[in-house]
T-cell receptor, first 107, second 114 residues
Framework: GQSLEQPSEVTAVEGAIVQINCTYQTSGFYGLSWYQQHDGGAPTFLSYNALDGLEETGRFSSFLSRSDSYGYLLLQELQMKDSASYFCAANTDKLIFGTGTRLQVFP | GAVVSQHPSWVICKSGTSVKIECRSL??????MFWYRQFPKQSLMLMATSNEGSKATYEQGVEKDKFLINHASLTLSTLTVTSAHPEDSSFYICSGGGSTDTQYFGPGTRLTVL
């Protein structure tokens, strides 16, 4: 089957750095995406890695290692508004979402 | 980015009734749209792939006769939950886009079945 595993919850304080890991087991994989979802809202796209390595987009960076079937999302200079759920998603002929990580940022 | 709308944003219905949810791509044409279901504090589970002009492709375990999908135009896909029951209460989200790395999500429809 296809699966993407993430830690269920992460907590941090404002200004800190947090890393959310994602390990996957999928077929037809050609990239890894990350989405943010606030309670009651729709997922919003954060980043996409088609190649191994680090992609940086402002405070957020995402990493992919195909050989390890592993990726992570790095959030820097955390703000209260970053409190949300974060999902990795495998890009195949469809998007397969990970189990999700709930991030709580405290003042 | 592109815009996807859903209607209604929320709906409450009685058990046994059918509910139709619309998903529209407002500024792009979508030959393929995806329908997801999300239970509270859980991930998005892909239900089906909606293909314009042809039958939808359902994921394993999703009843095609219960969740009817119609994709009659390049900008509209509909999901009808037939004979809804309380266990169908969930957040239903659609998405569309040129490829999976550029998917645009609708705002979601919260269905509550009494």
């Amino acid at each position: 089957g296809q699966s993407l595993e993430q830690p269920s919850e992460v907590t941090a304080v404002e200004g800190a750095i947090v890393q959310i890991n994602c390990t996957y087991q999928t077929s037809g994989f050609y990239g890894l995406s990350w989405y943010q979802q606030h309670d009651g809202g729709a997922p919003t796209f954060l980043s996409y890695n088609a190649l191994d390595g680090l992609e940086e987009t402002g405070r957020f960076s995402s990493f992919l290692s195909r050989s390890d079937s592993y990726g992570y999302l790095l959030l820097q200079e955390l703000q209260m508004k970053d409190s949300a759920s974060y999902f990795c998603a495998a890009n195949t002929d469809k998007l397969i979402f990970g189990t999700g990580t709930r991030l709580q940022v405290f003042p | 980015g592109a815009v996807v709308s859903q209607h209604p944003s929320w709906v409450i219905c009685k058990s046994g009734t059918s509910v139709k949810i619309e998903c529209r791509s407002l500024d792009f044409q979508a030959t393929t749209m995806f329908w997801y279901r999300q239970f509270p504090k859980q991930s998005l589970m892909l239900m089906a792939t909606s293909n314009e002009g042809s039958k939808a492709t359902y994921e394993q375990g999703v009843e095609k006769d219960k969740f009817l999908i119609n994709h009659a135009s390049l900008t509209l896909s509909t999901l009808t939950v037939t004979s809804a029951h309380p266990e169908d209460s969930s957040f239903y989200i659609c998405s569309g886009g040129g490829s999976t790395d550029t998917q645009y999500f609708g705002p979601g429809t919260r269905l509550t079945v009494l």
